[in-house]
T-cell receptor, first 117, second 113 residues
Framework: NAGVMQNPRHLVRRRGQEARLRCSPMKGHSHVYWYRQLPEEGLKFMVYLQKENIIDESGMPKERFSAEFPKEGPSILRIQQVVRGDSAAYFC???????????????FGEGSRLTVL | GENVEQHPSTLSVQEGDSAVIKCTYSDSASNYFPWYKQELGKGPQLIIDIRSNVGEKKDQRIAVTLNKTAKHFSLHITETQPEDSAVYFCAARRTFGNEKLTFGTGTRLTIIP
């Protein structure tokens, strides 16, 4: 059973370009979370999605950032018109559907490291 | 929303000694508290977790304690080994549905051979 797959692992963009990060959750998992990690910092929540629905986007910047998790295919985190401050590691995590009271452990991918020149 | 604070930010211990990392949380409704280990260039991996109906949990050299009244929980690593060197994150969440995990700021643990 493959783990959470993220690609690309490394992405270099120039200021003003677009970055697209992909995440395929573990088999059977229907919940996807995106986190951002700046160098030497912790994991900051960005967005939580279920298939075709955004459940919580309270951590997403209001502009330039969007996320989707279509019925078919991976979840996509899209950053338009990137700036140097967007340089970070972006981690995707998935969890299985859970019953109330279930721990719903998060399984993380290896991350996508975005560098903006 | 939930706020998790973690201390210390860096910790160096002699190989074989114990390491303790502490976290506090703000949301009294949080009832699931995992600890993740992140090695250089890798994603975080769950090493142990505890739920609010349990005060302590142990798995070999790793243990976690929870004080719900004081809203703090701690990670204890005994007989530390070089491979324990990593960044450790605590986290907290409610478990009514798959809500988000809120992470602490991390502790960089270095084991000195």
């Amino acid at each position: 059973n493959a783990g959470v797959m993220q690609n690309p692992r490394h992405l270099v963009r120039r200021r003003g370009q677009e970055a697209r990060l992909r995440c395929s959750p573990m088999k059977g998992h229907s919940h996807v979370y995106w986190y951002r990690q700046l160098p030497e910092e912790g994991l900051k929540f960005m967005v939580y999605l279920q298939k075709e629905n955004i459940i919580d986007e309270s951590g997403m910047p209001k502009e330039r950032f969007s996320a989707e998790f279509p019925k078919e295919g991976p979840s996509i985190l899209r950053i338009q018109q990137v700036v140097r401050g967007d340089s970070a590691a972006y981690f995707c995590a998935s969890s299985p559907p859970g019953l109330a009271g279930d721990s719903g452990e998060l399984f993380f991918g290896e991350g996508s490291r975005l560098t903006v020149l | 929303g939930e706020n998790v604070e973690q201390h210390p930010s860096t910790l160096s211990v002699q190989e074989g000694d114990s390491a303790v990392i502490k976290c506090t949380y703000s949301d009294s409704a949080s009832n699931y508290f995992p600890w993740y280990k992140q090695e250089l260039g890798k994603g975080p991996q769950l090493i142990i977790d505890i739920r609010s109906n349990v005060g302590e949990k142990k798995d070999q050299r790793i243990a976690v304690t929870l004080n719900k009244t004081a809203k703090h929980f701690s990670l204890h690593i005994t007989e530390t080994q070089p491979e324990d060197s990593a960044v450790y994150f605590c986290a907290a969440r409610r478990t009514f549905g798959n809500e988000k995990l809120t992470f602490g700021t991390g502790t960089r643990l270095t084991i000195i051979p």
